[in-house]
């Protein structure tokens, strides 16, 4: 047992100062169903954790003319139930029902969700395999292991390791946007530029130390209700994806107008597929553009020893994606 300090703050403002207070390498702790895992491996060793699970001011769900809003404590089982997310945004809800069995979604955040570690055995696996996130400088070895699970798109020498999560993947299609506070006030991120390629393979995402995620906002649009977020992986329940996508589209007379596509499960990131998207607007929702989008989304993988079947799984993924969200954009 290492010891460390326990805060449990009454706002979001006490939240702040806490934060700050505790000094570095403190943890935000909300659901915990991420930093209890990485605390009894041994591989997060904070000093201190600030409870933020209780705070009301987090937990709000609304959902607007212009937008829908999601605090950042909210449970991921609450919003992917919820009528608006359900109804009007089945990629979202999707995301989140296919991310984690029921009791982790009854506990785990939107918020933290969004910051779960990235996912590789080597980065789990202990001191005795060199890990650039884990102990900078001293090596990549799944760049020589077995890579069948790392990513293909985003990757450097220093790193190859997967985003894992769902959620970030459907809010990245729907070009969200994280409302932080820290101590120097608050700050709009888009959902694009939150993560990061592993140029430093410690940092994954923008944040600064001290900033906590307040909200999660989603423009509305009619290409909400044509979308879906298809996930492909080794089980059918409770897997990370090997390969997956989150397509949103809306389509007149056959014809593609507006058109969304993230990539999950194959990227150092949320990867959104910019270049597809374009060649699918205003051209005929066809089987053969669908594959086309696919292809042109995996143009720039780099696969490695054991991984490069996912190239083709993730083209069609991509395809059967952009299929299913151009039926329900057509109902």
Not at 22 to 47: C, F, R, S
Not at 75 to 99: I, N, T
Not at 254 to 268: E, F, K, P, Q, S
Request: aromatic content about 6%; glycine content about 12%.
């Amino acid at each position: 047992m290492r010891p460390f300090a326990y805060y449990a703050p009454d706002s979001v403002s006490s939240a702040i100062d806490a934060l700050r207070d505790a000094g570095p390498g403190t943890k935000v702790l909300a659901g915990g169903t991420t930093l209890y895992d990485l605390m009894k491996l041994g591989i997060e060793t904070p000093p201190a954790v600030v409870d933020v699970h209780r705070l009301p001011e987090l937990a709000a769900i609304e959902a607007g003319d212009r937008e829908l809003v999601f605090g950042a404590g909210a449970r991921m089982a609450d919003v992917a139930g919820h009528p608006a997310v359900r109804d009007g945004y089945p990629a979202l809800a999707e995301s989140l029902w296919r991310a984690a069995s029921q009791q982790l979604r009854n506990m785990a955040t939107v918020g933290g969700n969004l910051l779960q570690r990235t996912r590789c055995g080597y980065f789990r696996g202990g001191p005795e395999f060199p890990c650039n996130k884990r102990e900078p400088g001293s090596g990549c070895a799944a760049r020589e292991g077995h890579d069948r699970t790392h990513a293909l798109l985003g990757t450097r020498d220093s790193c190859i390791a997967t985003y894992p999560g769902d959620w970030a993947i459907a809010l990245l299609a729907f070009d969200a946007v994280v409302d932080v506070a820290g101590p120097d006030g608050e700050r709009t991120i888009p959902l694009g530029e939150l993560h990061v390629e592993p140029e430093d393979p410690a940092r994954e995402h923008v944040l600064d130390a001290g900033e906590l995620i307040l909200r999660i906002r989603v423009p509305v649009t009619p290409a909400g209700r044509g979308s879906t977020y298809l996930k492909i992986r080794d089980r059918e329940s409770y897997a990370f994806a090997l390969a997956s996508a989150a397509v949103a589209l809306t389509v007149e007379d056959g014809v593609v107008g507006d058109c969304r596509i993230a990539l999950g499960g194959v990227a150092t990131r949320p990867w959104r597929a910019a270049e597809a998207e374009r060649v699918l607007r205003g051209a005929p929702l066809t089987a053969g553009n669908a594959r086309r989008a696919g292809e042109i989304a995996f143009a720039g993988a780099r696969p490695g020893t054991h991984n490069g079947f996912r190239v083709e799984l993730g083209i069609r993924t991509v395809a059967d994606a952009v299929r299913v969200a151009g039926e329900r954009a057509t109902r």
